[in-house]
């Protein structure tokens, strides 16, 4: 199978490692000029759990040209970036093109159905670790699952993440997933940027942990507001499982603030503290990190 995948961070990089590994054709298209230069050059390289570096040739491309007719793609984008890709995908989406996103965040999969058409996206979310060592170098950070809408367009990719051993289950409620991984991001990824510290110290500081309760309460009662019906009845024990597996982990977030990107802060705890004021519920804790994150950001 052909593949587009668009975005050249870290799990970006280990899903077209893994996928070429499986046989598949894999194209990156991104716009940060190191990443497809360390691709093009050296391939995407990948550090298993064995600590076993593995190289895979890859086409990774700003040239939108490349990218034409492209029938299956993966969006592994920061969530500030939706918008762009998906006003580029409007051009060179094949006819029967779909669009997979698997990315943090709320609104990612409104942002490409307003483009797109709900018809072309197929709604997921994963809970694989991937932390980014250098331009085109991953190191697997644990296995996780691919939860995925169901969709009966979905056949072809399913068949190719699974070739390429994921873990993938077929689920009839993403958005329920994709609010159980915001109680899960919302109380991880901030207090890791700010305290610089992997997901596992997290637990070894009471007053850390105290604030990873606070946080995943409050997004677990913005989502009873909305309706929506959390994959897990505790969100403090699904927090604190996650934290625990990832222990050794860099928070995506915190790969973005060591390296001086904008993170995705706006569409985690910014999306939970917006949607709270729709229905009047205060979430002070969601906003407080939503501010601080945002003041590590050279515009913030």
């Not at 990089?13 to 996928?19: N, S, Y």
């Amino acid at each position: 199978m052909k593949i587009l995948i668009v975005g050249t961070g870290a799990l970006a990089t280990l899903f077209a490692a893994r996928l070429t590994e499986a046989g598949h054709t894999i194209t990156m298209l991104g716009t940060w000029k190191e990443g497809l230069y360390a691709l093009n050059k050296h391939g995407a390289r990948l550090i298993d759990s064995n600590g076993k570096e593995k190289q895979f040739k890859i086409q990774a491309t700003d040239d939108l040209r490349d990218c034409l007719d492209a029938r299956h793609v993966i969006v592994l984008v920061k969530a500030w970036q939706t918008e762009r890709v998906a006003k580029q995908l409007v051009a060179y989406l094949a006819e029967d093109g779909v669009v997979l996103t698997l990315q943090n965040g709320l609104g990612n999969y409104e942002t490409l159905a307003q483009y797109l058409g709900d018809n072309r996206i197929i709604l997921g979310t994963i809970t694989i670790g991937a932390t980014l060592l250098e331009a085109g170098l991953v190191k697997e950070g644990g296995e996780g699952t691919i939860s995925i809408e169901q969709n009966q367009a979905l056949g072809p990719l399913e068949a190719a993440l699974k070739s390429a051993k994921f873990k993938v289950e077929i689920v009839e409620d993403a958005q329920s997933l994709v609010w159980g991984k915001l109680v899960v991001n919302a109380a991880i990824n901030p207090l890791t940027a700010l305290l610089r510290v992997t997901n596992g110290e997290l637990f070894e500081r009471p007053s850390a942990r105290e604030m990873m309760g606070r946080l995943s309460q409050e997004v677990a009662q913005v989502a009873r507001v909305e309706n929506i019906k959390l994959p897990f009845i505790d969100p403090i024990a699904a927090a604190e499982e996650v934290a625990r597996k990832t222990a050794a982990n860099r928070s995506s977030m915190l790969q973005d603030v060591l390296r001086g990107a904008p993170t995705e802060i706006n569409a985690i705890c910014g999306a939970v503290v917006r949607t709270a004021q729709k229905y009047g519920v205060e979430t002070p804790v969601n906003w407080a990190c939503w501010k601080l994150v945002k003041a590590l950001e050279i515009n913030g």
